[in-house]
Every structure is written in C-alpha cells, then in structure tokens.
C-alpha cells in the first residue's frame, strides 16, 4: 500500500504525464490550516525543503501560510529547512499550557507560551526568513472588519462570529463585511495569485511585523487571545488565517507560468474555516487547474496511523489529563508519516506521473 496519493487540476494532470515533476516547475507552495493534522506533513515538508526543492534552480517560489501553515512555511525559510521544521514538530508535539482540571487553558495563558515559542523560533532571525533568496512568504491572517470584531471582548466576539457564520450561510463573500482577509505579503515580489475573491488588505512584511503576523495568523478564536495593531497593518483585531482561507482555495490559475505544488493533509480544498459544514463548497474548481495535491491516502491513515486518524485537536481534549500519552501518540503518527517522504521521492524520480483528478 502506497501512503501517498497524488490529485492534480487539468492543467498539472497533462504536466505530470509528459513531464513528470521537477523543482523548477514550483512557483508556489500553499500551507493549510489545520492544526495538528500538519504533523502528519511535516516527514515530506521536510524533505521538499531540505532535500528537493533546493535542486530546482533560481526562481522565486512563494510560500502562503495559514495558522500552523503559516508557522510551516515560515520556519521553511530559515537557513537550514530541515533542523527547523524538526524542532517545528518537536515544539507542536511537546505544548503543554496550564489548566484547572476540567476546564480549557486560558487564551491569554496560550498566547503567551505560543508566542514566546516563536520568539524561540525566529527572535534575531527575521531578516534570515524574510531575505531568502528564493523563497517569498506571505502569512495569511484573518482581521476584524465589523464594529463587533474590531476589537476583542467577551460579547462582542461570540455575537460578531455569529454574525459571520450566519453571513458566510448566505455567501462567503458576505462574510467579508465582518472579516477581512489580510495578507502579509513578501516585500520584494507580489503574491502572483490575484486575492480578488473575498474583501482583502495587503500589507509587506518586514523585521517588526513577521512574528506578530504569524502569532496572528496561529490564533484560533476563543482558545488564542486576537494580536491587536500589528505593525504596518490597519489597526485592529487579527485572528487565525483559516477563518478565511482555511485550506487557501485561491485562484491559482490565473498564473503566469508553473505549477502549484499543495502538501496538504486531504485532497479536497475548503476555502474558509467556516466552509466546514457546506460541503457544495469543497469542490475543485477552474481556480486549481494547475495545482498538484499530495495528500495521505485514506486507506494508509487508517491502518498506518494511530487511532486510523491524523493527529487532531480532540487528541488535546481526550488527552487532557494525560500528556505523556498524546505526546507518544503524536510521536508514533510522525514517525509512520515518514512514509508520504519516502513514497514522493519515489513517484519525483518517474519520467511520467498518473495523477487523480481532483473533484
């Protein structure tokens, strides 16, 4: 049994038939939100970024990020991509945050020891991030755009995310006269994917901002405190990047040239967090003609895995009072996902590649 599947749009289908996948055919790499579940990416992020990519020539790839994609993609721009998405890994899996018995940590307590992770992370190593000379990050957060959500508070929050789910129930575009999408974009080259679906703010990344927009974008209402007035940005409440682009379903066919290359942990894209329960909108569409989706093949998750799952966030809840244990749980599932690595090193050595269409 094969751990990895391969989905791709008409466009990359046809690419991978005549020409199978080489590095320079990357222009960019999308990272979802979604929590735990990136564990199970990080054995082939890893060998993506410290292994094949660096092969692939001189041309820029950018990297999109939401919540922990955003944290994936970041720690991929770091001189040495696989010690850092290692101990990315090592970091997620060993969180702890203190609690009262039977009740959730605080999100001002969460914030804290998240935050002075990255500081861990990337204090001192902003310009080495931001100056890659092929990468070019662009950190996805979700910001307060109603009165409600402009600023965090114990009503206002709850009534103002109720007002987006139930404006989202009528279209994801109406969604965005409660929250906006704002991007933190590399400062020396544009995102090359028009962002003209959904109400947008773009605004450059540099030295002050990156950690502050990564905090912001790894921030899930309600178990994060909201990051206020990042600098250069409107002010304001900035929250998790899924909210909006849960899965970054973007409009990636409007691209000059290459292929989008989507690590992700199902083969479906969910364009926001709040798309969940709207299953007509996690259909492939024109947008994603020339994406290319790796993606754990269902079966292997559940024989491979532990539980037949990808880690997730019950994982927290079920484990609660046990740590130990759902940190050898998660230890296990990274450890058996070295198998997506080993199976794309593999189909990248074939002259042609059979992918499934996505749908």
Same mark, same amino acid.
């Given at each position: ?32 939100? =979604?929590?735990?579940?990136?564990? %199970?990416? +990080?054995?082939?992020? *890893?060998?993506?970024? #410290?292994? /094949? $990519? ?105 009534? =103002?995310?109720?007002?987006?789910? %139930?404006? +989202?129930?009528?279209? *994801?575009?109406?969604? #965005?006269? /409660? $929250? ?124 491979? $895995? ?54």
């Amino acid at each position: 049994m094969t751990a990895l599947q391969i989905w791709a749009g008409p466009r990359a289908r046809q690419h991978l038939q005549e020409h199978g996948l080489q590095p320079a055919d990357v222009r960019v790499m999308p990272a979802a939100a =979604g929590g735990p579940k990136g564990l %199970a990416l +990080n054995p082939l992020d *890893r060998y993506l970024f #410290g292994h /094949w $990519l660096p092969g692939g020539g001189a041309q820029p790839v950018h990297l999109l990020g939401a919540s922990i994609g955003a944290w994936r993609m970041a720690s991929a721009c770091l001189a040495d991509p696989d010690a850092a998405l290692a101990r990315l890994a090592e970091d997620y899996i060993t969180q702890t945050y203190e609690h009262r018995p039977g009740k959730p940590p605080l999100p001002a307590h969460v914030s804290e020891v998240f935050g002075a992770k990255l500081a861990e992370h990337f204090a001192g190593r902003e310009a080495e991030v931001l100056q890659h000379p092929r990468y070019r990050l662009h950190v996805f957060t979700s910001r307060g755009h109603h009165p409600l959500l402009r600023r965090e508070g114990r009503w206002r929050t709850p009534l =103002g995310y109720l007002g987006a789910f %139930a404006s +989202n129930a009528v279209s *994801r575009s109406a969604m #965005g006269g /409660w $929250l906006e999408r704002v991007v933190f974009q590399d400062a020396r080259d544009a995102l090359p994917v028009p962002l003209t679906d959904f109400r947008t703010h773009a605004v450059p990344l540099s030295p002050v901002n990156l950690r502050p927009s990564v905090l912001a974008s790894c921030s899930i209402p309600f178990w994060l405190q909201a990051v206020r007035d990042i600098p250069g940005a409107p002010p304001g409440a900035y929250w998790d990047g899924g909210i909006t682009d849960y899965h970054l379903h973007l409009d990636y066919a409007a691209m000059a040239e290459g292929l989008v290359l989507y690590p992700h942990f199902q083969s479906s894209l969910v364009p926001g967090w709040l798309d969940k329960a709207w299953r007509s909108r996690h259909r492939a569409s024109h947008r994603l003609d020339n994406v290319v989706v790796l993606a754990p093949d269902p079966h292997w998750v559940a024989q491979s $895995l532990p539980g037949g799952k990808l880690p997730d966030r019950t994982d927290f809840q079920r484990l609660a009072h046990d740590v130990p244990a759902r940190v050898r749980l998660w230890r296990r599932a990274l450890a058996e996902s070295q198998r997506l690595a080993d199976d794309f090193a593999a189909l990248a050595a074939r002259p042609s590649i059979e992918a499934r269409p996505l749908v």
